[in-house]
């Protein structure tokens, strides 16, 4: 319909895509903070906010109890 916004429900796929960079960015955040001198050093503050934005996205794409199906 136009001109009318529709509420989005949960995505259980996009939130599992997003779980899955989450984790694979939160591994190397952890290894980039735990390696003296790491090369990757100067770029953690974007690894950590983009491991923030995935984890946000998937909490917010996940189908809660009773919640909208």
Known sequence: MRGR???Q???EAFAAEEQHRADGLARRCEE???TPGHP???SLPHYQ???QNAAG???GHTAQ????A
């Open 40 to 42: 990757s050093q100067g």
């Open 5 to 7: 916004r529709q509420e």
């Open 57 to 59: 996205n998937a909490a």
């Open 65 to 68: 109890p009773g919640g909208i």
């Open 32 to 34: 980039i903070a735990s």
């Open 9 to 11: 429900g949960p995505s």
């Open 49 to 51: 906010a983009a491991y």
